[in-house]
């Protein structure tokens, strides 16, 4: 069993859709959840940041965590095309020196 | 641009031949990773540096070289390319996490494609 784990998708949703993308994870030591989304051909950049349970909003993006389940969140409002891209989660292990476990990413297209 | 830079963005190389990724950043981070994407795998890292003159092992180091002599480049060498090696390579950097601390999330380069015949 992978530590983090993510539907790779491909995902399809009309302009205006609220997406919901998620992973599961494996180990409670981990801290520290991130999202990052990757563009076709780059690198990935990051979107969320977040180490507690709960939800932390930036404009149309909101990240969930929920510890006892071992589940994260990101949503996005509104989806326009320019969110096409692929969006890794990211998971940061305590025991480790920024040990980052990465998921495989979901593919995500948003349809005009 | 402020950022990490990565060169080549391609290349091809056969088997057993060496070559060098180059990485730069101007960001004043101290911490530089290297990683490598394959399909179906996340991103996993090779080696990483905290300051110049200071590397080590990441989770997958076996085939790969560092080093670091300062702030600014992390150059990744492989000395003799094997085909599993094909990978994309992604530097990435961030201001040095204290340990224990709070981590530091990074900001990658464009990466460099690499396939190995």
């Known amino acids: 069993q992978k530590e983090v784990e993510q539907d790779p998708g491909p995902l399809s949703v009309p302009e205006g859709a609220i997406v919901s993308l998620n992973c599961t994870y494996s180990?409670?030591?981990?801290?520290?959840f991130m999202w990052y989304r990757q563009y076709s051909r780059k690198g990935p950049e990051l979107l969320m940041y977040?180490?507690?349970?709960g939800n932390k909003e930036d404009g149309r993006f909101t990240a969930q965590v929920d510890k006892s389940s071992k589940y994260i969140s990101l949503f996005i409002r509104d989806s326009q095309p320019s969110d096409s891209a692929t969006y890794l989660c990211?998971?940061?292990?305590?025991?480790?020196?920024?040990?980052?476990?990465f998921g495989i990413g979901t593919k995500l297209q948003v349809i005009p | 641009n402020a950022g990490v830079t990565q060169t080549p963005k391609f290349h091809i190389l056969k088997t057993g031949q060496s070559m060098t990724l180059q990485c730069a950043q101007d960001m004043n981070h101290g911490y530089l990773s290297w990683y490598r994407q394959d399909p179906g795998m996340g991103l996993r890292r090779i080696h990483y540096?905290?300051?110049?003159?200071?590397?080590d092992k990441g989770e997958v180091p076996d085939g790969y070289n560092v080093s670091r002599s300062n702030t600014e480049d992390f150059p990744l060498r492989l000395e003799s390319a094997a085909p599993s090696q094909t990978s994309v390579y992604f530097c990435?950097?961030?201001?040095?996490?204290?340990?224990?601390?709070?981590?530091?999330?990074?900001?990658f380069g464009d990466g460099t494609r690499l396939s190995i015949l």
């Open positions: 180990n409670s030591a981990f801290q520290y």
């Open positions: 977040t180490y507690s349970s």
């Open positions: 540096s905290v300051a110049a003159g200071i590397t």
């Open positions: 990211a998971i940061v292990n305590s025991g480790g020196y920024q040990k980052v476990t």
């Open positions: 990435a950097s961030s201001y040095t996490p204290v340990k224990g601390a709070q981590n530091q999330p990074q900001h």
